[in-house]
C-alpha cells in the first residue's frame, strides 16, 4: 500500500495581486500623501514620523571640535591624576604644591566630564549635544575666570598662565559658536 501523497501547498494569490495590495495599504491608510506631502511606505513610519525631520544638520568642523575637547579633557585629568605637582608646575611655572588632593579631585571631576564629551561624540541627539557643548563653555568660563582671580591674589604672571587664559577665551567662544550653531532653526530648502 502505497502512503497517500499531501496535497499540494496552494500558493496565496492575493500577495502577488497587485490591486489586492493596493486595496489592503488604502484600508491601512498608508501609500498616499498626509497633510505635509509626503509618502509613507508603512503604518509604522506614518505613526513614528519621518527620521529626516529630527536629523541634526551639523555644522562644520562640530565632530572635530567634540573630539579634541575630549582628547584634551581626557589627558588633562590623567595629568592631574597621575602627576598633580607636574601639572601644577607646568600651569604656576615653578610655584610649590601644598597638597596633591585638590589636583587629583580635579582630574577626576574632568575625567568625569571626558566621560560625558566622548558619548556625545556619538550621538546624533540635538539636546545631548548642546547640553556637552554648554557644559564645556561654562567649565572653561569658570577656569579662566578662577585663574584670573589667583593671578589677581598672587601676582604671579607667567607666559604660561597667559597661554592657558587665552586658550580658554577661545575655547569659550568656540563652544559657544557651535552651541548657537547647533541650536539653530535649519532652512527651509
Avoid at 506631502?37 to 519621518?50: A, D, F, P
Amino acid at each position: 500500500m502505497a502512503a497517500k501523497q499531501p496535497p499540494p501547498l496552494m500558493k496565496k494569490h492575493s500577495q502577488t495581486d497587485l490591486v489586492s495590495r493596493l486595496k489592503t495599504r488604502k484600508i491601512l491608510g498608508v501609500g498616499g500623501e498626509d497633510d505635509d506631502g509626503e509618502v509613507h511606505r508603512s503604518k509604522i513610519s506614518q505613526v513614528l514620523g519621518n527620521e529626516i525631520k529630527f536629523a541634526v544638520r551639523e555644522p562644520l568642523g562640530l565632530r572635530v571640535w567634540q573630539f579634541v575637547s575630549a582628547v584634551l579633557f581626557s589627558g588633562i585629568a590623567i595629568m592631574a591624576l597621575a602627576f598633580p605637582d607636574q601639572l601644577y608646575d607646568a600651569v604656576f611655572d615653578g610655584a610649590q604644591v601644598t597638597s596633591k588632593t585638590p589636583i587629583r579631585l580635579y582630574g577626576g571631576a574632568i575625567l568625569s566630564i571626558s566621560l560625558i564629551m566622548w558619548n556625545a561624540l556619538y550621538t546624533a541627539e540635538k539636546v545631548i549635544i548642546r547640553w556637552t557643548l554648554l557644559t564645556e563653555a561654562c567649565y572653561f568660563g569658570v577656569q579662566f575666570l578662577v585663574v584670573t582671580a589667583t593671578l589677581a591674589e598672587t601676582g604671579l604672571m607667567t607666559l604660561g598662565i597667559l597661554l592657558l587664559l587665552a586658550s580658554r577665551l577661545l575655547f569659550v567662544v568656540i563652544s559657544v559658536y557651535y552651541y548657537y550653531q547647533v541650536g539653530r532653526k535649519p532652512k527651509k530648502v
